[in-house]
């Protein structure tokens, strides 16, 4: 980030051409399944299995929105920002100037908790506070309009209970909106087969406004990348799975087939 | 090797459009002939780029086969569906031939051919499906009927012209009335197998 | 391999077989002083006067570029102030290491409470962007002070005051292996080195392995009888010169500092 970059960013943001009521995502094929795009100031969770693409469409998420002028954020908390960029930078969509020119904020987020002295495992009521107040902090200061934590998980390990995990998405959700700022939050989970949480807690998928499952079908040995928008509040939207690609374009998506789509025995050749 | 073309499919296709689907009837013995009289019109006459996909035999063999007639194909790219399944396979040297992992995963073909279709800087491009029979033998029945569906109706609405070739009495009826269904245009030089 | 350092005689005449305590009625009681390349633990107990022989075993200070005090319970000032209440040297190299500790950790918290109270300004959050690692506040002290000591020159004078610090952060087992190391360039360079260890909380283990890396080992303890306090030193051991190891009971006087009184034999 050079110089005055960030405050320039402000004064693009204002101009920006965004004024509808959706956060149009950019990515091919998901803004058509969202009939029109994420709308505005929602709280999105992403929910998938390792490798199922989580990490990559949250980042085209962001180059879609800075390629359009919007200020945008990422925190990191599964890999260091050093390898992510490092990761990030071999798909041709992602260009490394958005960094460098502050469109694309991306913070550490060990290095944040360092600076609110929550070098800790476990974080209590204040600390969570303490948090809320510094990405929203973040996001008013510059004027954020697209944001993605990687992940909530790691985070809401550190949260013990419950309740206070509910209390921490609904206040950040809450905020976030009111700053007219569209957030995907990454979370992690293990299986993503229907009877599964989509979440790691169970909360998470309560409270979100949306929530998009990612994960893989088998069919006959072979894994088919697929997601799928389980919930969108204030939309109409498709509910099936579509399967997805990792271009160096970035992510591309189709309807799966509704004969493949289950990797269950019954779908299989002679049933 | 005398090798001739069939001169009658370069008319034909005169007449159709980037929207069309064509449907391309040929037997086992004539599969290349009539594939080379199809590819040839489209990339010379009506100077059209476009991907290639084989499911029946590696692109090497395939472009090894245009090369052996005095074709350059290098300008069309090959999605290639079976040498994953054969170790060292994508071991090659052409920069077109693109690889997918198995002739099953009929999603990422199809996002990986609208991924190239997004990279090339040709005006018109057509998609040539090699071959619907060579499908068949890995996917299930309702499965390849619905792809094929989706397959001819993306291209279309995309004005890529579709090219599916197929050798009719090896291809299973629930699959071959589909595509009779969803095609606008039949080419048709399938052989008459005398038992 | 040993390196082989050739000793100028000149030198071997101005530093002289022993050096002084710094504690001249101790020095008459240990025949004369301290021999040159030992390393001396001295276990301490609580208001046993410790601290202040560690101090006055620094202030001979035969060259003061070549005499190192580590404090790490002290600051500064507060060792400015004892040095000069005695008339000691005070161009001898200080290093404070809980002072340093304390100023590195309080900073932080001091930061992220501002944080936390006032929230994030436009430039903090542009640092933060700019923020690839998190700063690493566990400065390896343990390497540090070894490697300080280890720079020092032949007939150094070094005093550590005390190992607890080390002992409470570090794997007790590198801090053994970091006195190994410093008894063997003291040895080698033949310099005098104190280390001072509380014997509260230390586990016998390493009070064991400390001892027999020391040439000589000190004890010092406090007691009461009757309305007064009691202060001695136990030399328990003293490498050959078993006719040292006696207990001595000792004063702090206002003139001297650690002034031994009464002295014991130990059979
Ligand atoms: N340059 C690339 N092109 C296509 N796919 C890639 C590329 N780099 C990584 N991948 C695939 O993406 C996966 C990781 O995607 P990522 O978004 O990090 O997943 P997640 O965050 O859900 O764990 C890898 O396992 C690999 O299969
Ligand atoms: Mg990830």
Redesign the interface.
């Known amino acids: ?1 050079n110089s005055g ?3 320039e960013l402000i004064a693009v943001q204002a101009a920006s051409t965004y004024s509808r009521d959706r956060c149009v995502t950019g990515i091919h094929g998901l803004d058509e399944i969202l009939r029109g795009g994420i709308p505005y100031g929602s709280t999105v969770l992403a929910s998938g299995t390792c490798g199922s693409g989580k990490t990559t469409l949250g980042m085209e998420f962001l180059v879609r929105g800075a390629l359009a002028g919007e200020a945008c954020a990422h925190f990191t908390a599964t890999e ?3 390898k992510l960029l490092e990761n990030i930078r071999q798909y041709a969509f992602f260009d490394m100037n958005m960094v460098d020119t ?1 469109l694309i ?4 987020m ?8 929550l ?1 800790k495992s476990t974080f209590d009521l204040d600390d969570v506070h ?1 948090l809320i ?2 990405i929203t ?2 996001v008013n ?2 004027g954020v309009t697209r944001l993605v934590i990687d992940s909530v998980t790691t985070l809401c390990y550190k949260i013990k209970s419950e309740q206070l995990i509910r209390d921490f998405l609904f206040t950040l959700g809450k905020k976030l909106a009111t700053l007219g700022c569209t957030t995907i939050l990454i979370s992690e989970i293990t299986s993503a087969t229907e009877n599964a949480h989509w979440s790691s807690f169970g909360v998470e998928e309560a409270i979100a406004d949306g929530i998009v499952v990612m994960g893989d079908v088998e ?2 040995g ?1 894994l ?1 990348r697929f997601l799928q928008v389980v919930k969108m509040r204030g939309t109409a939207h498709s509910r099936a799975k579509h ?3 990792l ?3 970035g992510v ?9 789509a289950q990797s269950d025995k019954a ?3 002679g049933a | 090797m005398m090798f001739e073309l069939d001169q009658r499919i370069a008319e034909q296709l005169s007449t159709i459009s980037l929207n069309s689907s064509v449907q391309v009837r040929c037997g086992n013995s004539n599969a290349f002939m009539v594939t080379a009289s199809t590819m040839l019109p489209l990339m010379q006459m009506f100077e059209m780029g476009g991907v290639y996909i084989s499911a029946s035999r590696g692109a090497v063999e395939i472009i090894q086969a245009f090369e052996s007639i005095g074709v350059d194909v290098s300008n069309i790219q090959f999605i290639d569906l079976v040498s994953s399944g054969i170790l060292g396979g994508t071991d090659v040297n052409y920069p077109n031939i693109h690889f997918v992992d198995s002739p099953i995963m009929l999603e990422s073909v199809l996002l990986r051919t609208l991924y190239i279709l997004r990279t090339t800087n040709t005006q018109r491009n057509f998609v040539f499906l090699d071959s619907v029979n060579a499908l068949a033998i890995y996917n299930e029945d309702r499965m390849l009927a619905e792809y094929l569906h989706t397959f001819i109706n993306t291209f279309r609405q995309r004005e890529v012209l579709s090219v599916i070739l197929n050798v009719p009495d090896q291809t299973p009826p629930l699959v071959l009335s589909n595509l009779d269904l969803y095609c606008t245009d039949l080419v048709d030089r399938g052989q008459v197998v005398i038992h | 391999m040993r390196k082989n350092i050739t000793f100028d005689q000149e030198d071997e005449d101005f530093f002289g077989q022993v050096g002084s305590f710094g504690v001249p009625k101790f020095d008459n009681e240990m025949h004369g002083g301290v021999p040159r390349g030992f390393t001396m633990v001295a276990f301490t107990e609580t208001g046993s006067g410790a601290e202040l022989f560690a101090k006055q075993f620094i202030s001979p200070a035969e060259e003061s570029e070549n005499t190192l005090y580590i404090s790490t319970n002290e600051a500064q000032p507060e060792i400015v102030r004892v040095f000069n209440k005695y008339g000691w040297p005070l161009d001898v190299n200080v290093r404070t290491i809980g002072e340093e500790y304390n100023a590195n950790v309080l900073e932080k918290e001091l930061l992220a409470s501002r944080y936390r109270l006032e929230g994030f300004r436009l430039e903090d959050i542009q640092r933060l962007a700019q923020t690839r690692f998190v700063e690493d506040s566990t400065q390896d002290y343990l390497t540090e002070v070894t490697n300080e000591i280890m720079a020092l020159g032949p007939y150094f004078r070094a005093g550590i005051d005390s190992l607890d610090f080390f002992l409470q952060r570090d794997d007790p087992g590198r801090v053994v292996a970091m006195i190994r190391m410093l008894q063997a360039h003291t040895q080698m360079y033949r310099g005098l080195l104190l280390i001072m260890v509380s014997v509260n909380g230390l586990p016998a283990s390493v009070r064991q392995e400390l001892s027999s890396i020391a040439d000589m080992v000190l004890t010092f303890g406090v007691r009461t009888i009757g309305s007064d306090f009691e202060t001695s030193m136990i030399v328990s051991k003293f490498r050959n010169a078993p006719e040292n190891l006696k207990m001595l009971v000792f004063r702090v006087t206002p003139e001297e500092g650690i002034t031994p009184e009464t002295v014991e034999r130990i059979a």
Not at chain 1, 253 to 260: I, Q, R, V
């Open positions: 980030m970059g960030l405050g260091p920002s050093v502050g904020n991306v913070f550490d060990d290095v944040l908790y360092s600076w609110l002295g070098d303490a107040k510094s902090d973040i200061t510059i069919r006959m072979h088919l399967a997805i690609e271009t160096p374009l591309m998506l189709t309807p799966m087939l509704k004969w493949g779908s299989r050749w």
